[in-house]
């Protein structure tokens, strides 16, 4: 839980709302931007992005948009979404929650590079 | 000649983008209904858009596609159905499948260690819970989530051909077929929905196991109750050849 009272993201549905920021886009859409523009390494499988937009359209974070491109440049079973300003708020929440935490792994052992012959 | 075999490479990139399809289509109905309904279709163009985005040009390259693909909706479908199975308003979906189960085990333990007995009314109205329960989870498989009335009556119409087959077998069975067969038309009619005829004759084809399992236990050895449950299966197979044309039919009489 955050410092708010509001359940946490996942990790999954956070990149969603990270992928949506730009603009709209449809599933497919979602997934390229997650794989290859985050560079986190991280794979979204289509069985867990859509269970995940399905609990974020439910929260209100974010909805389906009827804008469409062009008929010739669109599938009709393609569905489009939309970040909402609770999605936003949300999203920047979480990245404040990690900046927090980055903050502290800096600050603590782990993330102090060692020295060549000082460890013992 | 190069353009023929441009063109048999794009046949083959084809082939192996449909197969791919296809297995991911079927595959969905491992989801619970209302998420498949919701965004089954949108799942699958997206998947195939993942395919054609990784396929080469012979075909190759979907098979870490389709595992992540397919390992992601397996887990997402067990997930799933973990959520709806223990859900508050689907409790009664859960008690029928653990009723089931233990109905299962009764039946199989009176087999094993009493078969003579079978014929008692106490193992009667044993087997008559095990179809009540089938029938319900039928009924639920095809479509609808709750244990009705209307399930109940279902299962309890199967009785006289159970009473009939334990003198006449070929009669009881041939009650329970058309029973079956009806049920599974009437399933498919109703949904209009893809494979909702499929779903109904695998559904009955299970409970044609079951009941002529059922009937034929107490008058035959286990050679004639082994082929009675493959005439079962073979009616369920049958079933869901009829009613997948009877659903393509309604489907084309909906959105002609």
């Known amino acids: 839980m955050t410092e708010q009272g509001e359940p946490r993201l996942t990790e999954a549905a956070f990149h969603i709302l990270l992928a949506l920021s730009g603009r709209d886009r449809h599933g497919y859409e979602i997934l390229q931007v997650v794989e290859a523009q ?3 390494g991280v794979r979204l499988g289509t069985t867990t992005l859509y269970r995940t937009l399905r609990g974020l359209l439910r929260d209100g974070l974010v909805e389906e948009t009827d804008e469409r491109p062009a008929p010739d440049l669109d599938d009709q079973r393609r569905r489009y979404y939309r970040l909402t300003p609770a999605g936003r708020a949300a999203a920047h929440t979480e990245v404040e929650r990690l900046r927090r935490l980055l903050a502290a792994a800096e600050a603590s052992s782990v993330a102090r590079r060692r020295t060549p012959g000082l460890a013992h | 000649m190069r353009g023929g075999n441009g063109t048999a490479l794009e046949a083959g990139n084809g082939r192996a983008l449909h197969r791919a399809d296809r297995l991911y289509a079927r595959l969905l109905w491992l989801l619970p209904g209302d998420l498949r309904r919701e965004y089954g279709a949108a799942m699958r163009q997206t998947f195939a858009d993942l395919c054609a985005a ?41 008690a029928a499948t653990g009723l089931c189960a233990v109905a299962g085990l009764l039946v199989l333990y009176s087999q094993v260690r009493y078969p003579a007995n079978l014929p008692r009314i106490d193992y009667l109205a044993q087997y008559l819970l095990l179809l009540a329960i089938l029938a319900a989870l039928a009924h639920g498989f095809a479509g609808r989530a709750t244990v009705s009335a209307r399930t109940v009556c279902c299962a309890l119409a199967t009785l006289p051909g159970w009473l009939a087959g334990m003198r006449f077998p070929l009669v009881g069975f041939g009650y329970v077929a058309a029973l079956i067969l009806a049920g599974a038309v009437g399933a498919a009619r109703r949904d209009g929905q893809r494979y909702a005829g499929v779903r109904a004759g695998v559904a009955g084809g299970v409970l044609a196991g079951v009941t002529v399992l059922a009937v034929n236990v107490t008058i035959g050895g286990a050679v004639l109750m082994f082929a009675c449950v493959a005439a079962g299966a073979l009616l369920g197979l049958a079933a869901s050849a009829g009613t997948a044309v009877a659903a393509h039919a309604t489907r084309r009489s909906l959105h002609p």
């Not at chain 2, 098979?63 to 397919?70: D, E, I, R, S, Y």
Request: charged share 25%.
């Open chain 1, 38 to 40: 985050q560079g986190t």
């Open chain 2, 54 to 94: 990784r396929v080469d040009a012979r075909g190759r390259g979907l098979t870490p596609v389709l595992a992540h693909g397919l390992a992601d909706l397996v887990g997402g479908a067990v997930s799933e159905w973990t959520v709806t199975l223990f859900a508050r308003d689907r409790w009664h979906r859960s």
